[in-house]
């Protein structure tokens, strides 16, 4: 489709042919907004480039809320959850600077591991979505999911020769959220194909663990002694813990 360029157009013809511009270069943003960004510039007396740069970051902004919206919900969240949100007067164990530090997500990018370890009613939960959350409004792909419900897609993959496949879509995520880790005993073949999609992950890409055992109790999830020494072996610095 070519839009005719003519001069001298009516006000009527003008914002007709604007409309159809933007439709046609798919700018849903600056469609919606136009009118009241070409009020406010002739009412600020804005030059021409402060008109198109007030367009154009209108656009760039409304995308990028978008993207961050597409992840949030890809990263299938139970629901919503936020750092604003959080009471850290009524969790005083929990430290506010390292939450805040945390949701830079620079271990993310250094594909760190993080544990979030305490009782019920601690916030361990909220605290993992907000932070994923966090990640995915900073263009990280997140992936949350319970423990049970990740062992059982496991063992069905593995039941329909689908293992590799559902191992490495749970491997390219940068972070993987994997809650209530250790609120039930594992059989061998589920902690065994879990310990697989942890190690697939380790050293390339990030897993937030949020769990009520310490790491001194993983032998209520990974019964096989060969789990429990690999995971005694990873360095304490790659486990930021909140408590």
Same mark, same amino acid.
């Given at each position: 489709?070519?839009?005719? !360029?003519? #001069?001298?157009?009516? *006000?009527?013809?003008?914002? &007709? /042919?604007?409309?159809?511009?933007?439709?046609? +270069? %798919?700018?849903?943003?600056?469609?919606?907004?136009?009118?009241?960004?070409?009020?406010?510039?002739?009412?600020?007396?804005?030059?021409?480039?402060?008109?198109?740069?007030?367009?154009?970051?209108?656009?760039?902004?409304? !995308?990028? #809320?978008?993207?961050? *919206?597409?992840?949030?919900? &890809? /990263?299938?969240?139970?629901?919503?959850?936020? +750092? %604003?949100?959080?009471?850290?007067?009524?969790?005083?164990?929990?430290?506010?600077?390292?939450?805040?530090?945390?949701?830079?997500?620079?271990?993310?990018?250094?594909?760190?591991?993080?544990?979030?370890?305490?009782?019920?009613?601690?916030?361990?939960?909220?605290?993992?979505?907000?932070?994923?959350?966090?990640?995915?409004?900073?263009?990280?792909?997140?992936?949350?999911?319970?423990?049970?419900?990740?062992?059982?897609?496991?063992?069905?993959?593995?039941?329909?020769?689908?293992?590799?496949?559902?191992?490495?879509?749970?491997?390219?995520?940068?972070?993987?959220?994997?809650?209530?880790?250790?609120?039930?005993?594992?059989?061998?073949?589920?902690?065994?194909?879990?310990?697989?999609?942890?190690?697939?992950?380790?050293?390339?890409?990030?897993?937030?663990?949020?769990?009520?055992?310490?790491?001194?109790?993983?032998?209520?999830?990974?019964?096989?002694?060969?789990?429990?020494?690999?995971?005694?072996?990873?360095?304490?610095?790659?486990?930021?813990?909140?408590?």
């Amino acid at each position: 489709m070519t839009l005719p !360029r003519q #001069r001298g157009l009516t *006000e009527q013809a003008a914002d &007709a /042919a604007i409309d159809s511009a933007f439709r046609l +270069l %798919r700018l849903p943003s600056i469609r919606n907004e136009f009118s009241d960004i070409a009020d406010r510039a002739m009412k600020d007396q804005m030059t021409y480039r402060g008109f198109l740069a007030e367009l154009l970051m209108t656009e760039c902004d409304d !995308r990028s #809320r978008r993207r961050s *919206e597409r992840r949030i919900k &890809a /990263a299938g969240f139970p629901r919503e959850k936020s +750092l %604003r949100a959080f009471d850290f007067v009524a969790n005083p164990n929990i430290d506010a600077a390292t939450i805040h530090t945390l949701a830079s997500c620079e271990w993310i990018k250094k594909s760190q591991p993080l544990c979030l370890i305490g009782d019920s009613g601690t916030g361990k939960s909220h605290m993992l979505i907000a932070l994923g959350t966090e990640a995915a409004m900073r263009g990280y792909r997140v992936r949350y999911t319970l423990a049970t419900k990740l062992v059982n897609e496991l063992v069905e993959a593995a039941d329909e020769k689908q293992l590799n496949k559902t191992i490495a879509r749970y491997g390219r995520v940068d972070l993987l959220c994997i809650n209530e880790l250790g609120y039930m005993e594992l059989d061998r073949r589920g902690a065994e194909l879990l310990f697989q999609v942890l190690t697939e992950r380790e050293e390339k890409n990030s897993v937030a663990i949020a769990s009520n055992e310490s790491f001194g109790g993983c032998t209520k999830t990974f019964t096989d002694p060969r789990h429990r020494d690999r995971h005694r072996l990873l360095p304490p610095r790659q486990h930021p813990s909140a408590r």
